[in-house]
């Protein structure tokens, strides 16, 4: 390009640059909410006060730890949304993420695989309404703030304004530990996921723990490191499974686990080594970001699933900036090696990871209280 022709189209550029400048006092004007925060959107400004006393001392999680409510609200997100059919009406399929497993629990918590989530209704139930806020959105608002708490957790997107209306949400619809990759695939489709997100939302698994597949035990892990929202998960569940964590195994939908203690859902273990799912599963073993950016991407289509987002107030900026991870690489667990890995993933080869060093572990086996 000549010297002329480049002062030719300067002028125009100045111009568009000057056109699309932002107006400087209304971007990130935030407003006092008057309870110790602002808003962009002072519509959001009461979604702090559910913040600090969900997360405050006392509070639901405690001074904002990733415990086993953190857990099992998370848990309750998905329980709730799944109850959704693209291919039925509300009234018949579920209306999704509308909080019908809490207007409803007396029904939906009787649904076989909604076992246990009975408890953390009841817990959740009390503050919704002491928030006057609709159970649909008190469902994803903990949700979404409880996994800030887990070390390298995601950042959810939080839209409020879900109606406190909800048909009963029809049983089947929530995925059982112990249906075919077939299945799995199948109702997750009917609610709207692909394979890969299937594998994406279960980056969630990362901070979790059974307590009703094996009643005998309580709060068995599914990875070596259920407060931490890192890639563990999709390491150890690839390892040759070698125990049940109980003498009463196997329970129906659980497998044998590589580590003393540690739990294994069959559904874990098959969609692991499914051609359709094994390579998404794969692709986070050694990437922690792109299994993070994954999941809030799949999770924020869960979290209004079967509501019209256009009806809702974006408040994502209330949702807490988690807590970074120590480290998030992956490792095998002490006395693994590549060896012990059942690599299922045909396009790629399995990536090199380094043993932890140190002793075996074990995760000590704790029974029901
Ligand atoms: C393929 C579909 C899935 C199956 C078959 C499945 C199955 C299970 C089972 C059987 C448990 C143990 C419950 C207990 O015994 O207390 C569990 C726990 C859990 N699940 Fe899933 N799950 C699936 C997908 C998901 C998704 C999509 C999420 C969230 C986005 C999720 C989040 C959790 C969490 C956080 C826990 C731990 C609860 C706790 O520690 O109390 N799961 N899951
Ligand atoms: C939502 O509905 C339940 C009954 O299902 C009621 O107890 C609660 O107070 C309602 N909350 C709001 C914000 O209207
Ligand atoms: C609760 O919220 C509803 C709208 O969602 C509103 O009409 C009602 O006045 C609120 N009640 C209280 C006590 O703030």
């Not at 400087?24 to 006092?32: E, G, S």
């Not at 879900?162 to 075919?180: I, K």
Request: overall charge negative; glycine content about 8%.
């Amino acid at each position: 390009m000549s010297f002329k022709s480049i002062l030719a189209i300067l002028p125009l550029a100045v111009v568009v640059s000057a056109a699309v400048a932002p107006t400087p006092d209304t971007a990130d004007h935030l407003t006092p909410c008057g309870n110790g925060h602002s808003a962009k959107n002072p519509v959001c400004c009461k979604w702090f006060d559910v913040l600090d006393d969900i997360n405050g001392d006392g509070g639901l999680f405690d001074g904002g730890e990733c415990g086993e409510e953190t857990h099992e609200s998370l848990r309750l997100t998905f329980h709730d949304a799944i109850g959704f059919s693209l291919h039925k009406p509300a009234n018949v399929g579920g209306g999704g993420a509308d909080g019908s497993i809490m207007a409803h629990s007396e029904i939906e918590t009787n649904y076989h695989a909604n076992n246990g989530v009975d408890e953390i209704i009841e817990e959740q139930r009390p503050i919704a309404i002491r928030h006057n806020v609709s159970f649909g959105d008190f469902i994803q608002f903990a949700g979404a703030v409880g996994v800030t708490n887990c070390q390298g957790g995601p950042r959810l997107q939080f839209h409020a304004g879900r109606a406190n209306f909800s048909f009963v949400a029809p049983d089947l619809t929530v995925p059982e530990p112990s249906d075919s990759v077939d299945a799995i695939l199948k109702r997750m489709g009917d609610a709207g996921f692909s394979a890969e997100e299937v594998v994406d939302l279960l980056a969630s698994h990362s901070v979790a723990a059974q307590d009703h597949v094996d009643p005998n035990i309580h709060g068995s892990p599914f990875d070596s490191t259920p407060s931490t929202f890192d890639a563990q998960f999709f390491v150890e569940t690839l390892l040759k499974g070698t125990a049940f964590p109980t003498g009463s195994g196997p329970n129906v939908g659980e497998v044998e686990s590589p580590i003393d203690g540690e739990f294994r859902l069959q559904s874990d273990f098959v969609l692991a080594r499914d051609s359709r799912t094994a390579c998404e599963w794969q692709s986070f073993v050694n990437n922690q970001q792109l299994m993070v950016s994954k999941f809030e991407a799949a999770m924020a289509k869960l979290s209004v699933l079967g509501q019209n987002v256009a009806h809702l107030t974006d408040c994502s900026e209330v949702i807490p900036v988690p807590k970074r991870a120590a480290s998030n690489v992956a490792t095998l667990p002490p006395g693994k090696t590549l060896r012990d890995i059942q690599a299922s993933c045909k396009r790629s080869p399995f990536p090199a990871l380094k043993t932890a060093p140190g002793p075996v572990t074990s995760i000590p086996v704790v029974p029901p209280s």
